[in-house]
C-alpha cells in the first residue's frame, strides 16, 4: 500500500516538499530512489524544480509583495541583519550559497527580492544552485539508503524511511551547531576589528 502511493505520487511529494520544507524532502526522494520505487533521475529533477519555484515565489514576493503581512515578518526577523551583510559583501556566492546555510533558506530570497540584484540575474543563479542543490540531496539520500542496507540488510521501508528520518535529524543538528558556532565566532572578531 506504502509503496503504490509512493510509486503514484512520490515525485508530486518530492517537488512539494522541496519547496516547502527542503533537505529532508530531498532526502527522502533519494532514498525512495534508492529502494527503486521512483527513478533517481525523477526525484532530482523534482527536488530541483520545487526549490527553484520555491525560492522564485519567495524572491518575486520581496520584489512585488512587500506589504504582505507574511513579507514584512520574515523582514523583521532578526537573522535579516546577517543575510543583507552577507548579500551586499558578496552578492553572486550568496545568492549560490544560501539554500545550503541552514536557517537562511526562506528569508534569503525575500531579501534579495527587496535589493538591487535583478530579476534575471537572480533567475540564472538560482536555477544553478537549484540544480546543484536537488542533485546533492538526492544523490546523498541515495548514498544513506544504500549505506543503510548495507549494514543493516533490507529492511521494511518504514523502517528503512525512520532511520533515514533520524540521519538527517542528526546531520541538520550538527550542521545547525556548527554554522551558529561559525557565525558567533565571526561576529565576536569582527566587533573586536572593529574598537581596534
Given at each position: ?61 520581496g520584489r512585488y509583495a512587500t506589504k504582505w503581512s507574511h513579507v ?92 533515514a528520518l533520524a540521519l538527517i535529524g542528526f546531520l541538520v ?24
Amino acid at each position: 500500500m506504502l509503496e503504490r502511493l509512493i510509486g503514484e505520487y512520490g515525485v508530486l511529494a518530492v517537488f512539494i516538499g522541496a519547496g516547502v520544507e527542503g533537505e529532508t524532502a530531498a532526502f527522502l526522494g533519494g532514498v525512495l530512489a534508492h529502494r527503486h520505487l521512483i527513478a533517481y533521475w525523477q526525484v532530482a529533477l523534482a527536488a530541483c524544480l520545487g526549490s527553484f519555484a520555491a525560492d522564485q515565489f519567495f524572491f518575486l514576493s520581496g520584489r512585488y509583495a512587500t506589504k504582505w503581512s507574511h513579507v514584512q515578518k520574515l523582514l523583521g526577523s532578526e537573522p535579516i541583519a546577517r543575510v543583507k551583510q552577507l548579500l551586499e559583501a558578496h552578492p553572486t556566492g550568496f545568492i549560490l550559497a544560501f539554500r545550503f546555510i541552514y536557517g537562511m533558506r526562506t528569508i534569503s530570497p525575500v531579501a534579495i527580492g527587496v535589493s538591487n540584484v535583478s530579476t534575471r540575474k537572480f533567475i540564472i543563479l538560482n536555477a544553478i544552485a537549484a540544480l546543484v542543490w536537488g542533485v546533492a540531496i538526492t544523490a546523498i539520500g541515495f548514498l544513506a539508503g544504500h549505506a543503510v542496507e548495507v549494514l543493516i540488510g533490507r529492511l521494511e521501508l518504514h523502517l528503512h524511511l525512520l532511520i533515514a528520518l533520524a540521519l538527517i535529524g542528526f546531520l541538520v543538528a550538527v550542521s545547525a551547531y556548527a554554522a551558529r558556532r561559525a557565525m558567533a565566532r565571526r561576529s565576536a572578531r569582527s566587533g573586536a576589528w572593529r574598537r581596534g
